[in-house]
C-alpha cells in the first residue's frame, strides 16, 4: 500500500492522513475548478524526500500533486482522486544569497517577499512581483512563470530563472540550468519546466538572478470616466516610447471593496484609477513622470497629478494587490487572466464591458495596464446558480476576444483546468500534439499533475 511505503520511508510526521487537512489542500483558489479527494498529504522537507515520494507514486501507479502555497487562480494545484498532495511549504531554506553573482538560490517553499526581503538587506532585488508575494512560494511561480506589478519594464519570472533541481516524472533527481551569466549548452530545459505547472517535473530548488536595488519611484495617478478611456492612457503612453516601471489599472469596484474590508480612505471621484511609476534615477525619472502626466490628460483623464505623498501613493498600490481578496468577501470571483497588444488594451477592455453586459454579470476590474495583461474579475452572488452560468458564458467570451484581437488566454496564472479549452483554441492541433509529446517524455507513467494543462489523450 502506497501509505504504508511512504511510512516506512519519510518521517511520520511528514504524512498526513486527517481528512478535515486533506480538504483543504484539495484545491488552490481558481473558483469554480474542479477537484477530487487525495490520498494522503506529504510535506516534505528536502529533495531527496520528494524523490521518495515520486518513486512510491511511481511504483504505485498513483498520480502526484505538487501545491506551494496554494494561491494559485486557476486550478492547476487542485487534486485528483486518490493521488499524493505534495506540498512544498515546509521547503522554505535560502540557501544562498551571492552578490559578485548577483544570484539567489532558495527551496521551492520560499515565499515571494521573503526572498525579496532577504535580498534587499544585501542591496539587491528580485524583481518578479505578484500580487500575492505575500503569500506565494518562488515554486509556485516558477510553475505558472508569474509575473506581477514590475514585469512591464523588468520581466516575469522565466527572465530571472538561471536553474532548477527536479525531480523527474521517472524519480530522478536533476540539475537544470547553469549559474553562469551566459550558457547554452544543450536545450534549455529550465525554460522548459518555468511555466509548466508541475505537469513535467516537481521543482525543489531554485537558482534566480538578482539586480542591484532600484531607485525609488515616482507614483502618477489620473482618474478616468470609463475603462476605455483609461486604455487609451494606456496605449499613448507606449506610443511614447516609454517603459513606466508600472501602470496598473483599478476601477471603483475593486477600490470600494478594498475600502469597505480594511477602511483605507480610498474612495475617488472616478470609476477607473490608472497608477504608473517610474524609477529612472535623477532629472530623467522626473522629466518620465512628467510626460506620463501627459499621456493620462491628452488621454482624456479627468485628474490626473504626479504625487507628492508617498504614504497616499503607496496605499493605492497596496489597494491594488488587496483587490482580489476583498472582492472575494462579496461573493464566488471567476478570475480571467488574458493578455492582449497593448494596442488592443482600449478594444479588449470595452469587450470586457460587453460581456458584462450581454451576460448580465458583474465584472469588476484590474490590471497590469502597461503590458496588456488584465484580470477581469467576474462576481456572482453566493449560491445564485444561473449567476454562475452566466459568468462562466462571459468566461469563455473574454477569453475568445483576447484570441481574436491577438491576444492569449493567459498571461501569468497559468492555464490549469479553468483555460484547457481555451490553449486548444488559441493552439494549433499539431502544436498540441508537440505539447503531449513533451509529457509524454518527460512523465513516462502519466503520473505528474494528470489532466493539467493539456488535459488527458
Not at 509575473?147 to 519570472?157: E, I, Q, R, S
Not at 531554485?206 to 489620473?222: D, F, Q
Not at 476590474?365 to 452572488?381: E, V
Request: net charge negative; with cysteine; proline share 5%.
Amino acid at each position: 500500500m502506497l501509505v504504508d511505503h511512504l511510512l516506512d520511508r519519510l518521517p511520520a510526521e511528514r504524512v498526513q492522513l486527517d481528512p478535515a487537512v486533506l480538504v483543504g489542500y484539495s484545491h488552490d483558489e481558481g473558483e469554480w475548478a474542479e477537484h477530487g479527494t487525495p490520498l494522503v498529504l506529504v510535506r516534505p522537507r528536502s529533495a531527496v524526500e520528494v524523490q521518495v515520494v515520486v518513486r512510491a507514486c511511481v511504483e504505485h501507479g498513483v498520480p502526484v500533486v505538487t501545491r506551494g502555497a496554494g494561491t494559485g487562480l486557476s486550478g492547476g494545484a487542485n487534486a485528483v482522486d486518490g493521488c499524493v498532495v505534495l506540498s512544498t511549504e515546509a521547503m522554505t531554506a535560502i540557501t544562498e544569497i551571492n552578490p559578485v553573482e548577483r544570484l539567489a538560490v532558495v527551496q521551492a517553499g520560499v515565499v515571494n517577499d521573503d526572498l525579496r526581503a532577504a535580498c534587499a538587506e544585501q542591496g539587491l532585488w528580485y524583481p518578479p512581483d505578484p500580487a500575492s508575494a505575500p503569500w506565494s512560494t518562488i515554486g509556485g511561480n516558477v510553475a505558472t512563470n508569474a509575473g506581477g506589478l514590475c514585469c512591464v519594464k523588468y520581466g516575469v519570472t522565466a527572465d530571472y530563472v538561471l536553474g532548477l533541481q527536479v525531480v523527474t516524472g521517472t524519480g530522478e533527481l536533476v540539475r537544470l540550468g547553469r549559474r553562469t551569466a551566459k550558457g547554452v549548452a544543450g536545450y534549455n530545459l529550465t525554460g522548459l519546466l518555468v511555466g509548466s505547472e508541475g505537469t513535467l517535473g516537481i521543482v525543489t530548488e531554485v537558482t534566480v538572478k538578482l539586480r542591484p536595488r532600484r531607485p525609488v519611484e515616482r507614483t502618477v495617478a489620473g482618474y478616468f470616466a470609463s475603462v476605455v478611456d483609461a486604455g487609451h492612457a494606456v496605449t499613448a503612453v507606449g506610443a511614447a516610447g516609454i517603459v513606466p516601471s508600472a501602470l496598473e489599472l483599478i476601477d471603483r469596484h475593486c477600490l470600494e471593496a478594498v475600502d469597505a474590508w480594511k477602511k483605507m480612505g480610498l474612495a475617488v471621484e472616478a470609476d477607473v484609477v490608472l497608477l504608473a511609476r517610474c524609477d529612472v534615477p535623477g532629472a530623467a525619472g522626473d522629466d518620465e513622470a512628467e510626460a506620463i502626466l501627459d499621456c493620462f490628460e491628452r488621454a482624456g483623464a479627468t485628474w490626473a497629478v504626479r504625487s507628492t505623498d508617498q504614504a497616499e501613493a503607496d496605499a493605492l498600490f497596496e489597494a491594488r494587490r488587496l483587490a482580489y481578496p476583498a472582492l472575494e468577501r462579496l461573493g464566488p470571483v471567476l478570475t480571467e487572466d488574458v493578455c492582449v497588444p497593448k494596442a488592443a488594451v482600449p478594444e479588449m477592455l470595452a469587450r470586457i464591458e460587453k460581456a458584462a453586459k450581454d451576460h448580465d454579470v458583474l465584472i469588476a476590474n484590474i490590471a497590469h495596464a502597461g503590458d496588456g495583461n488584465l484580470h477581469p474579475l467576474l462576481i456572482t452572488p453566493p449560491g445564485d446558480d444561473e449567476a454562475r452560468a452566466r459568468a462562466q458564458q462571459a468566461f469563455h467570451q473574454i477569453i475568445a476576444d483576447a484570441i481574436a484581437l491577438g491576444g492569449t488566454v493567459t498571461g501569468e496564472h497559468g492555464i490549469g483546468l479553468l483555460k484547457r479549452d481555451g490553449l486548444a483554441a488559441e493552439l494549433s492541433p499539431e502544436v498540441m500534439d508537440l505539447h503531449h509529446a513533451v509529457k509524454a517524455a518527460l512523465d513516462p507513467h502519466g503520473i505528474l499533475n494528470p489532466g493539467k494543462v493539456i488535459g488527458h489523450r
